[in-house]
């Protein structure tokens, strides 16, 4: 499988707008990057590490951020008992790691499901709900603020992978 999306099919978040339209707008913003990203690369591609010894790669980054979605809205705003897709207690980088258990299309059919039922979650419940981990309470707000700003810093290692691949990076 070959992922697609260009530039033009990314979601564009509007310029004015209430708060959770903004939130959710710039979160579906740098999802739609990440797959931009992504886009037209192979299997090998897309497992190709940054640089060494960082263990990091776009197949990876689609790992690592299908379970930080369902860490922070399925098991933190929902309460899901969702156990890890990539990781174990014996492989706490599993994400990042161990490339070839699953197949690309596997790999990013899982994020977009994770993302789906991010949105689910986010769409039952109100910006000030709360959830807490240990010590940590959050709200629903703070999670969104958190997942714009785990993207938008993968993005930006995105951008340098791909520039890595192909010669140059493909866009914002």
Known sequence: MTITM????RHEPPGVADERTLL???L???RDTLAWKCSGLSEEQ???RSAEPSSMSLLGMLRHLTEVERGWFNRGIAGEDTPP??????DQDGDWNRLDAHSVTEVFEAWQAACARSREITAAHELDFEAS???FTFSL???LLHMIEEYARHNGHADLIRERIDGGAIGE
């Open 6 to 9: 260009d530039a033009q099919s």
């Open 24 to 26: 959710t707008g710039f």
């Open 28 to 30: 579906d913003y740098h």
């Open 46 to 48: 897309l497992k190709l």
């Open 85 to 90: 897709l990539y990781y174990d207690d014996e």
């Open 133 to 135: 981990r240990g010590d």
């Open 141 to 143: 707000r703070w999670v």
